[in-house]
């Protein structure tokens, strides 16, 4: 008899979730050592669309370059580098990375037409292992305080420079800061102030964030999760170094509980920070252009 060969679909969503856990558990992904340092260097960029990358793809892709010492924060796949005359070096590794294709599906009762995410799996290469690549100069010259100042006035957000303490006050829609000379330094007072306009963009009326009904107890940790990212996000994109980050330690354990719990949490808190930080940048007229590459679903 014949034997039938089966086919097993892999899941996408939880391999990524394993990693970035794995990546956080032992120590190689975490606020204090791994954004500091990858989003600094700016936003992961498709070397050939120039497009930026978003999603749970800007976490893999900080984590791949820290991991492999890559100096450079652009990527393509191997197509678009034989595309432009380029090639991958003999051995390089790519990185893998999802994107989502929009998956039809017929309701059997009612004949109506459903779109639901279908994660599929693609590689990028660090354009250090792509020969024939000619570098080209940023176009965008910043300084980073300046731009990072004219964020925090343009969102029309009201901060408050006073106590100890960095937090939103949803009842008031403010948020708190000590004053900028307690901070270590000014990168991370920005550090901080960009982590609490993330959180002021959650407010019903602008992107009414609310995970509590879909995440219960979680729902806070997850919260946390989208206000760093989305820091991360705005501060990698002025190019301002990260600052210093304390008492992360409790954050990091319940990140990794609920990314474990639920393999769509860490997609979910992806799409929301990039909401987020798309909602700050266009609030200070600094909209991405040309547009994000590979949208990641909710």
Excluded at 145 to 155: D, P, R
Aim: glycine residues 6%; charged residues 25%; proline residues 3%.
């Amino acid at each position: 008899m014949k034997a039938v060969k089966q086919t097993i679909k892999r899941d996408l969503k939880q391999e990524v979730t394993d990693r970035l856990v794995n990546a956080i558990e032992t120590g190689r992904m975490s606020p204090a050592n791994l954004w500091v340092s990858s989003a600094s260097g700016g936003l992961p960029v498709n070397f050939a669309t120039k497009n930026m990358f978003n999603g749970a793809n800007v976490l893999l892709l900080w984590l791949e370059a820290a991991e492999r010492g890559f100096a450079r924060n652009e990527w393509m796949t191997y197509n678009q580098a034989q595309a432009i005359g380029a090639q991958v070096r003999r051995g390089a590794k790519g990185c893998r990375l999802v994107r989502f294709n929009k998956e039809e599906h017929i309701d059997p009762e009612t004949g109506e037409i459903e779109f639901f995410p279908d994660p599929v799996a693609f590689s990028v290469f660090n354009v250090e292992e792509i020969d024939g690549v000619v570098s080209v100069a940023r176009s965008e010259e910043f300084a980073p305080v300046e731009v990072a100042e004219h964020i925090l006035k343009q969102t029309g957000a009201r901060i408050v420079e006073t106590g100890e303490r960095t937090f939103y006050r949803k009842s008031t829609d403010e948020c708190f800061l000590p004053d900028r000379d307690r901070f270590a330094d000014l990168s991370s007072f920005y550090r901080a102030a960009t982590q609490g306009l993330m959180h002021w963009t959650a407010h019903s009326s602008r992107l009414a964030r609310d995970f509590g009904a879909r995440f219960g107890e979680d729902g806070d940790a997850l919260e946390e999760l989208v206000a760093e990212f989305g820091a991360a996000l705005c501060l990698a994109r002025i190019g301002m170094p990260h600052g210093q980050i304390e008492h992360h330690a409790s954050h990091l354990d319940s990140w990794t509980r609920v990314l474990k719990k639920d393999k769509n949490a860490l997609f979910t808190a992806a799409s929301r920070a990039n909401d987020a930080y798309s909602y700050v940048m266009k609030r200070a007229r600094m909209t991405d252009s040309p547009s994000i590459e590979w949208a990641a679903a909710a």
